[in-house]
């Protein structure tokens, strides 16, 4: 048993008792059987689980036995609102930008502001329900308070970010200057250093001009906060960018000053060796969401160089993406996913094994979004954002080594309870804080009102039938 303790302290007020700590602390420790102690919000020590019962007899206990817990896991892009009301509605068999421009584009512009605020609930209850306790929204909020409100109904940790974009004749774009001013405001309302947080978020693509991506850039360094944007998912930013520019996507942004360290890139699956060296000169962190290239047949097998970068000692998280390109929330077999990748198109076996995509989901995923010295390890010190995964189930029997199973054998349908910042927002797999029943209602209903206001059908190509 290793103790790690802050010495005299108050008495916790949370107690993670007696599962298999995976500590992806620097050393990796895995501390078996011990208990998390917790005080306001912050991780105080880890211990023998009975001397810390006794220490701390007021204590809220999760009785973590025969459970693993692991730090809560990051998702560095996901869209909140938009396509998670239609969730498993788009067709798959789409021809590339029809998911978006004929799907997602109208039901984001005709969402309302009890759309956004329902949406985002529904995401971060999912989110958190497969051990996500960190998001980072990506940039398509049409009325954030709402979306907020959503998420502080579930406890999750999360960046905010609202529409940025000057590209004529789309859904909400505005001017340079207003969509400025937009952000500022928004950083304004949501500071850095809350649970919920205010980031500068573009859109990206092809869809900012120069003068819109270096203000952000220069707005998000002034502020201290982070920026995202998406770009290069496919080779289309690429083209787009050769032609006007005579460069590639991330040449560009170079020359405009926007490449800086507190810059999330969404996707950046088809970049070349320079703009590979561009990452890692910068210290550009990069969100690789390997489930969404795949089901929108992006060429991520083809172009991608995520592993790679990450080798290199560049910044790479984890993220589930849209529901019009990934229809869950589960980061832990989206890092399968990703080691697989790294393995099968190198066809190397001995490269990238799930202790390295673990450490994707929790502390490097931190580390790509700026929180590492928050999140994303369990460490005395740190906030008390932890994930308890039954491990007591037959598919979990006999035990093997921790790592390979939580990878390749678990998945976020394991997560039995959840807490962040000391708080516990799921227990026994059901919400702590908000009826998941009525949520659904209210899922199925906002539906029905957005489809109508689209006038949008869901298709299937199989008949459906009523029984006679």
Partial sequence: MSDTSAGSQAPADLLVSGGDVVTMAPNREVVSGASIAVRDGVITEIGEPGRLRVENPGAEVIDARGCIVIPGMIDAHQHLTGDPLIRSAIPDLLAPGLSIFEWSVPAHGAHTPADDEVAATLTALSCLKAGVTTVIEAGTVAHPRSAVAGL????????????????????????????????????????????????????????????????????????????????????????????????????????????????????????????????????????????????????????????????????????????????????????????????????????????????????????????ADLVGSIEVGKAADLVVIDATGIEWAPRGEVALQLVWGGAGRDVRDVVVDGRVVVREGRSTLLDEDALIEAAHDRQRALLEATGITIPSPWPHTEPT
């Avoid at 974009?165 to 789309?170: L, S």
């Avoid at 819109?212 to 220069?218: D, R």
């Fill in 152 to 371: 502080d109904a579930t406890g999750i940790r999360a960046t905010i970010g609202r529409w940025g974009w000057d590209e004529p004749g789309v859904p909400f774009t505005a001017p340079v200057d207003e969509v400025l001013d937009a952000q500022r405001e928004l950083v304004g309302n949501w500071p850095a250093g809350g649970r919920v947080e205010g980031w500068v978020t573009l859109v990206g693509h092809s869809l900012a001009s120069d003068e819109l991506l270096g203000g952000a850039a220069e707005l998000a360094r002034e502020l201290g906060v982070g920026m995202t944007m998406h770009m290069s998912p496919t080779s289309s930013d690429p083209e787009y960018y050769g032609e006007k520019f005579g460069h590639r996507p991330l040449e560009h942004l170079d020359s405009l000053g926007v490449l800086f360290p507190g810059l999330v890139l969404a996707h950046a699956v088809w970049i070349d060796d320079l703009e590979v060296s561009l990452v890692l000169d910068h210290d550009v962190a990069i969100a690789f969401c390997p489930w969404a290239h795949l089901r929108l047949g992006q060429g991520a097998t083809v172009a991608g160089r995520h592993a790679e970068i990450m080798e290199a000692g560049g910044r790479i998280a984890l993220g589930c993406d849209s529901c019009n390109a990934a229809d869950h929330h589960d980061i832990l077999s989206t890092a399968a996913l990703a080691a697989g990748l790294a393995r099968d198109t190198r066809i190397d076996p001995t490269r990238f094994g799930a202790h390295r995509a673990l450490e994707l989901a929790t502390i490097d995923g931190a580390r790509a979004v700026g929180k």
